[in-house]
């Protein structure tokens, strides 16, 4: 590739989300909460499965381990750094971190994607085709499906990333977020790369679009089973429950198709969209899939319990 010669940028401005030092301050106070809870609270649902047998062995627990994993690298591939950027309004960013955010966006968000398919299936056979769940949703199954996660997330940012790669930039080189993402760096690039653009966008655009019609899907199937069936307590219950992943799904995925779908047009409202798939999922992801159950509440409950007492004593 000829272009790779002629990259001159060696780094990149970040906008951040305000030019008001108020603003800024806001911003720091908040995303510092929330990436604090997010941590604290996608830890202990890892640390309460690893440490209780029962949830260790239960393949919708297990997933569940894996999201919060996930969840803590996506909400921290660009938080700290932007909790650095607000209070010292230190803006620059390296061409190669700015590359590796991309990377990491990438990997963890395709990665997390396709595991909320998986989780989806399970709930879907374990509801639909209860007789048939040890089998299909085994150890060995469970671990294949995670596997197949993470090399789907890897395949689709190495993808993204290596293209990004071969484009030459020589300025300008703001970017108006407070991360990299590929729709507003590739706009920086200075050369006439629109297909390239539609291309490499659209890749992410129409792999949230896929997922998130899976996951529409998968979650119809159940839908259509509680509404064919007597809804005793347990089953409204978990028909609650179906209904509160829908709605974290809509949050999560609405913001990635409205911004990757439409590769040549930028709202000023885009970066505040980005928010949400980067930080509030994440943050919000526990309370939807762990907290609301019962089993989990318990685990974490005795686990906090625990480590109480033992920094009392």
């Not at 978990?238 to 911004?259: D, Q």
């Not at 000023?268 to 980005?274: G, L, Q």
Request: net charge positive; aromatic share 14%; hydrophobic share 50%.
């Amino acid at each position: 590739m000829a272009w790779r010669n002629k990259t001159t940028v060696t780094e990149f401005v970040l906008m951040g989300l305000s030019s008001s030092w108020e603003m800024q301050l806001f911003l720091f106070i908040f995303f510092l909460l929330l990436y604090a809870v997010t941590l604290f609270s996608n830890i202990l649902i890892i640390l309460a499965t690893s440490k209780n047998h029962h949830l260790f062995n239960s393949p919708m627990f297990f997933l569940l381990s894996h999201l919060a994993f996930l969840d803590i690298c996506l909400a921290s591939f660009a938080t700290p750094r932007a909790l650095f950027g607000f209070l010292t309004q230190h803006q620059a960013i390296s061409f190669q971190n700015c590359m590796t955010q991309i990377f990491f966006l990438h990997l963890f968000g395709g990665s997390e994607m396709l595991l909320l398919i998986v989780m989806a299936y399970d709930r879907y056979v374990a509801i639909c085709h209860p007789l048939h769940y040890a089998s299909v949703m085994s150890r060995r199954h469970c671990m294949g499906f995670v596997l197949a996660s993470w090399t789907g997330g890897l395949l689709h940012t190495s993808v993204q990333l290596g293209f990004t790669l071969s484009v030459p930039f020589c300025g300008p080189n703001q970017i108006d977020n407070f991360f990299c993402d590929i729709p507003l760096v590739i706009k920086l690039a200075c050369a006439d790369l629109y297909p390239l653009e539609v291309m490499m966008v659209t890749n992410s655009g129409i792999l949230s679009l896929v997922c998130f019609v899976a996951l529409l899907i998968s979650y119809g199937f159940i839908l259509s089973t509680f509404c064919s069936r007597h809804l005793s307590e347990g089953s409204s219950k978990a028909l609650s429950t179906c209904t509160s992943h829908l709605m974290v799904l809509i949050m999560y995925f609405g913001p990635c198709i409205f911004i990757y779908l439409r590769p040549h047009t930028r709202f000023m409202f885009d970066k505040v969209i980005s928010v949400f798939y980067t930080t509030v999922t994440p943050f919000l992801n526990p309370a939807i899939y762990a907290l609301k159950n019962k089993e989990m509440r318990a685990a974490m409950g005795k686990l906090v319990a625990r480590h109480s007492g033992q920094v009392s004593a």
